[in-house]
């Protein structure tokens, strides 16, 4: 017969994904920029985040998405996906940092848009099997923007991140 553990309720909690309200009203929390960039988390799932921003609050001179806010927004999804990594698998930290970046712009992005993060399934296998072990991990994530109107993608982000327990 197989034992099962018993799971505090602290510890179940961790344990179920972040929803999207909840992954915002971190985010507003903890980087409180986000309000005044229009910042709306609209889905999490264990490989993706998506989250839906305003040209308005990020417009540059020409109308268009600021380059500095599109980097930041990117960084921010990269970000999101590994807080539900973290909580899907039980732990608690959200000691990470961005250690490089590289951001490639296609396209001018001339509407509302979409930022979205992901990682493949062996790469979140790999990250928490390295950060159990070693207590300390390293990822690139990556992220790219697709503007609304007609789905563009305009924009490409990878970063590497670091993590420790």
Same mark, same amino acid.
């Given at each position: 017969?197989?034992?099962?553990?018993? $799971? @505090?309720?602290?510890? $179940?909690?961790?344990?179920?994904?972040?929803?999207?309200?909840?992954?915002?009203?971190?985010?507003?929390?903890?980087?409180?920029?986000?309000?005044?960039?229009?910042? @709306?988390?609209? !889905?999490?799932?264990?490989?993706?985040?998506?989250?839906?921003?305003?040209?308005?609050?990020?417009?540059?001179?020409?109308? &268009? +998405?600021?380059?500095? !806010?599109?980097?930041?927004?990117? +960084?921010?999804?990269?970000?999101?996906?590994? $807080?539900?990594?973290?909580?899907?698998?039980? =732990?608690?930290?959200?000691?990470?940092?961005?250690?490089?970046?590289?951001? =490639?712009?296609? /396209?001018?992005?001339?509407?509302?848009?979409?930022?979205? +993060?992901?990682?493949?399934?062996?790469?979140?296998?790999?990250?928490?099997?390295? $950060?159990?072990?070693?207590? *300390? +991990?390293?990822?690139?994530?990556? /992220?790219?923007?697709? @503007?609304?109107?007609?789905?563009? &993608?305009?924009?490409?982000? !990878?970063?590497?991140?670091? /993590? *420790?327990?």
């Amino acid at each position: 017969m197989t034992k099962i553990p018993y $799971l @505090s309720p602290e510890r $179940l909690y961790r344990l179920i994904p972040m929803t999207p309200q909840e992954l915002q009203n971190l985010f507003e929390k903890e980087i409180p920029l986000t309000k005044e960039m229009g910042v @709306s988390v609209t !889905s999490v799932t264990q490989y993706e985040v998506h989250i839906k921003a305003a040209l308005q609050p990020n417009r540059n001179h020409k109308g &268009t +998405a600021f380059g500095g !806010s599109q980097y930041a927004l990117c +960084a921010l999804a990269c970000y999101g996906l590994f $807080l539900n990594g973290v909580r899907r698998e039980g =732990q608690n930290t959200n000691n990470i940092v961005i250690a490089n970046g590289n951001i =490639q712009y296609h /396209a001018p992005v001339t509407t509302d848009f979409e930022i979205i +993060a992901k990682w493949g399934k062996s790469e979140y296998q790999t990250f928490f099997q390295n $950060l159990m072990k070693n207590k *300390k +991990a390293k990822i690139q994530l990556s /992220a790219l923007i697709q @503007s609304r109107a007609g789905q563009e &993608t305009c924009t490409k982000f !990878s970063g590497d991140f670091v /993590a *420790k327990l």
